[in-house]
């Protein structure tokens, strides 16, 4: 596989489809902190209009990552003055803790994902994707010497976050709107199962029951043909196709902020 030498670590597993197969696990982990899952519930409508959530997430993570400085800073800024508003009983947005863990879960699902479907990471491009993901919380206020400054020092940092979690009940809602969402438009209906498949397959055991999440033995089997079916064939796709998700949106992206410049 032939890469662009001017590309970083972080600008080639972000341009990769598969990546966007980690949405939906990404989101899970970060409403498995009950802080994350109260100011979503208290302050978030995206249950309501799913797609909308959607392109906020890949506006942040493909105009921060592929953008120019100055669409990455206009990102940034509708973020962060979004988040000014999202406070209340125990928690805000703007808490560093908090923006770690979100900006963690975002770099934890693009490597998982990347490597059930490409393979393993060479060590060095770990070690660069690692170092440069730490602007999704950098960009949002997170003081940047609280991103772990290794691979060893962030799984370190992983383990004890994983383990401190709590599934509250506002996150087991939130859950069942994501997975069973009836906002989501008609044609993307059918989706909906393997989207569910793919998520709580990707989850940690423990959270899969935490979330009170059907995971039974045929559906491990579907999982685990589907990863070998991807890691059989995605490969095999050329890069340029692989690209085509993160190129549209790109444009699109583009062309809102042209509009509103």
């Known amino acids: 596989m032939t890469t662009r030498q ?15 197969g980690g949405a939906g696990r990404a989101i899970l982990l970060q409403v498995a902190h009950p802080k994350v ?53 125990g928690y805000s947005a703007n808490d560093p ?13 693009a490597v998982q994902m990347y490597e059930l479907t490409l393979g393993p990471m060479p060590a060095a491009m770990q070690e660069e994707f690692c170092r440069e993901s730490a602007l999704y919380g950098t960009l949002l206020g997170c003081p940047e010497d609280m991103w772990p400054s290794s691979v060893a020092e962030f799984e370190k940092y992983w383990d004890g976050a994983l383990a401190a979690l709590v599934v509250s009940d506002d996150a087991k809602r939130i859950c069942h709107d994501l997975l069973y969402s009836r906002a989501v438009p008609f044609y993307l209906r059918p989706l909906l199962p393997v989207n569910r ?43 340029r196709v692989r690209r085509l998700p993160m190129t549209f949106y790109m444009q699109y992206f583009r062309r809102r902020f042209r509009a509103y410049a």
């Open 197 to 239: 498949l793919i998520t709580t397959g990707l989850l940690p055991e423990h959270l899969r029951e935490e979330f009170g999440l059907v995971w039974d033995a045929r559906r491990e089997r579907l999982f685990r043909f589907g990863v070998r079916a991807a890691r059989l064939a995605y490969p095999r796709v050329p890069r």
């Open 37 to 89: 899952a109260q100011g979503v519930s208290e302050h978030s409508r995206f249950t309501e209009n799913p797609l909308k959530r959607l392109r906020g997430t890949l506006d942040f993570i493909y105009g921060t990552t592929l953008g120019t400085s100055e669409e990455s800073a206009r990102v940034a800024s509708v973020v962060n003055r979004i988040h000014t508003y999202v406070t209340g009983a």
């Open 6 to 20: 001017d590309e970083t670590a972080i600008q080639r597993v972000v341009s990769e489809a598969c990546v966007l």
């Open 97 to 109: 803790d908090l923006q770690l863990w979100v900006a963690a879960t975002l770099y934890k699902s």
